[in-house]
């Protein structure tokens, strides 16, 4: 197998198969797993949809959330309800109708081993433009905002558990912030899925340590993001042969990125997910 992690455009030159090439669906005794989840977050309203694919198993889910509000969320196994075509989300749910169009760019890769023999690739965007529309249950709002895009696809681990923290906003000097930090999965030192934007523009900060109540996520080069939540989506499934407990609260943050970076504003996503599958 190639020498990984790999990072960046140097990911098209391994001779692993990654998207859009073809994936096998099995390697070496590890079913493919693979997914796409958009998040589209804002001050007043934030939202995700998300197809996953794990061996012959499908799932698709979507969620909204707004301050001072029940989240309105569906999960379900069968086709339908959730559409992610190129770069369109389209949900019909539940009395929810959503409706985007993302400006999505050429994101950040990276290929990373996973367990003794698999490996993992990830595209990861943040900031892309994000319009469109929602209705829910005949009340009309329409979206202008910014969103995050991951795209996976690898041969995990049986057990695999990470930590995981997504958004947007803005700093202080006015710049247009995104960032997608992570421990536990896709996390070396180098050559790792981690990335801020900065007006578009990603680098990778250093490893980083997330709190067990996801109150905040701490740099190791210093600085931290304290997170508020407005409401979670959380999942608890059992399979026999598939376990996943999951745990995805909205909210916003406030803090500090590497380098003296202050927020102005922040919205988006902590994740706990631990996975047997």
């Given at each position: 197998m190639d020498a990984i992690p790999v990072r960046g455009?140097?990911?098209?030159?391994?001779?692993?198969?990654?998207?859009?090439?073809?994936?096998?669906?099995?390697?070496?005794?590890?079913?493919?797993?693979?997914?796409?989840?958009?998040?589209v977050f804002g001050p007043e309203l934030m939202l995700c949809a998300a197809t996953v694919r794990i061996g012959p198993l499908r799932q698709r889910f979507w969620a909204i959330a707004e301050p001072g509000r029940p989240l309105r969320e569906r999960t379900t196994m069968r086709a339908?309800?959730?559409?992610?075509?190129?770069?369109?989300?389209?949900?019909?749910?539940?009395?929810?109708?959503?409706?985007?169009?993302?400006?999505?760019?050429?994101?950040?890769?990276?290929v990373c081993p996973s367990g003794p023999s698999g490996y993992a690739w990830t595209r990861k965007?943040?900031?892309?433009?994000?319009?469109?529309?929602?209705?829910?249950?005949?009340?009309?709002?329409?979206?202008?905002?910014?969103?995050?895009?991951?795209?996976?696809?690898?041969?995990?681990?049986?057990?695999?558990?990470?930590?995981?923290?997504?958004?947007?906003?803005?700093?202080?000097?006015?710049?247009?912030?995104?960032?997608?930090?992570?421990?536990?999965?896709?996390?070396?030192?180098?050559?790792?899925?981690?990335?801020?934007?900065?007006?578009?523009?990603?680098?990778?900060?250093?490893?980083?340590?997330?709190?067990?109540?996801?109150?905040?996520?701490?740099?190791?080069?210093?600085?931290?993001?304290d997170f508020t939540e407005w409401s979670a989506r959380e999942d608890e499934t059992d399979l026999v042969v598939f376990r996943s407990s999951y745990r995805q609260p909205f909210g916003s943050f406030a803090g500090t990125l590497p380098g003296g970076v202050r927020l102005a504003a922040g919205w988006g996503v902590m994740e706990r997910h631990e996975a047997l599958w």
């Open positions: 455009s140097a990911v098209r030159e391994l001779s692993l198969a990654i998207p859009p090439a073809r994936m096998a669906p099995w390697r070496r005794g590890r079913p493919l797993k693979r997914w796409r989840y958009v998040g339908g309800g959730v559409s992610l075509d190129g770069s369109r989300v389209l949900v019909r749910s539940a009395g929810v109708e959503i409706d985007i169009a993302l400006e999505e760019d050429d994101g950040i890769e990276c965007q943040a900031g892309v433009a994000a319009t469109g529309s929602i209705r829910i249950d005949g009340r009309e709002a329409s979206v202008d905002a910014r969103a995050v895009v991951d795209d996976s696809a690898g041969y995990h681990a049986r057990r695999t558990a990470w930590r995981w923290c997504a958004g947007i906003g803005r700093s202080e000097r006015g710049e247009r912030i995104g960032w997608n930090l992570v421990a536990g999965v896709n996390d070396p030192p180098r050559g790792s899925e981690r990335a801020i934007w900065g007006d578009g523009l990603p680098s990778e900060p250093a490893p980083v340590r997330f709190a067990e109540d996801l109150s905040s996520v701490s740099f190791s080069e210093g600085g931290r993001l």
